[in-house]
């Protein structure tokens, strides 16, 4: 089964405005942290934000937070007042503390595209 | 700048050419791993190596070998691969710690490799 389902192959959404890209994961581990990737054209893969399953609140880094609803398993990250720069693939990933170093799993993502 | 630093970012190389890929981190992590991306797949890993020894390696064919001979330091070997390994090669980094969900893995810039 998909650790993590990403049902948005692209999404667009005007310069300025906000937009939110979807994630629901599936583990039946109490401790797991889930992470939202961003991969420029230029291929790396950059770190955005955070969330673990035992935190209260919604993470947030800059304009970048996670919507997250533990029971309905979903982590849908919210980028607001997109920037042309914004424009790349989003990767959701998920790991689960039990297993350890070898279990991040990624989706398949969305390819973002802001409209000027 | 993610302070991970993979060399080529482009190689082109024929089924029976010998190559590696290098990867450096700066970061003083204890874990790094490498991931292949191909179009419309999740990431998948490939190895991890955690405090210099190999702790997985998923069912990965033998023509890729990986070398790990310090923490700052990962190649991955090849050899006779095939036009069906044409992918970008991620590498990423990460400090572990036992059981915590939150460890981040740093992603340098990929290689991408065409096997003709």
């Known amino acids: 089964a998909q650790k993590i389902t990403q049902t948005q192959p692209g999404m667009f959404v005007q310069e300025k405005e906000a937009v939110t890209l979807d994630c629901t994961y599936d583990t039946s581990d109490p401790s797991y942290g889930l992470f939202w990737y961003k991969q420029p054209s230029s291929g790396e893969m950059i770190f955005l934000i955070y969330?673990?399953?035992?935190?209260?609140q919604n993470a947030t880094e800059g304009r970048y937070s996670l919507n997250f609803q533990k029971a309905r398993k979903s982590a849908n990250l919210v980028i607001s007042a997109s920037q042309l720069g914004d424009s790349a693939m989003y990767f959701c990933?998920?790991?689960?503390?039990?297993?350890?170093?070898?279990?991040?799993?990624f989706g398949t993502g969305t390819r973002l595209t802001v409209i000027p | 700048e993610t302070g991970v630093t993979q060399t080529p970012r482009h190689l082109v190389m024929g089924m029976t050419n010998k190559k590696s890929l290098k990867c450096e981190q700066h970061?003083?992590?204890?874990?790094m791993y490498w991931y292949k991306q191909s179009a419309k797949k999740p990431l998948e890993l490939m190895f991890v190596y955690s405090l210099e020894e190999r702790v997985e390696n998923n069912s990965v064919p033998s023509r890729f070998s990986p070398e790990c001979p310090n923490s700052s330091h990962l190649f991955l070997h090849l050899h006779t691969l095939q036009p069906e390994d044409s992918a970008l090669y991620l590498c990423?980094?990460?400090?572990?710690?036992?059981?915590?969900?939150?460890?981040?893995?740093?992603f340098g810039a990929g290689t991408r490799l065409s096997v003709l």
């Open positions: 970061l003083g992590h204890n874990a």
């Open positions: 969330q673990g399953s035992y935190d209260q």
């Open positions: 990423a980094s990460s400090q572990e710690s036992q059981g915590l969900a939150k460890n981040i893995q740093y």
């Open positions: 990933a998920m790991r689960e503390a039990k297993l350890g170093a070898n279990n991040l799993f």
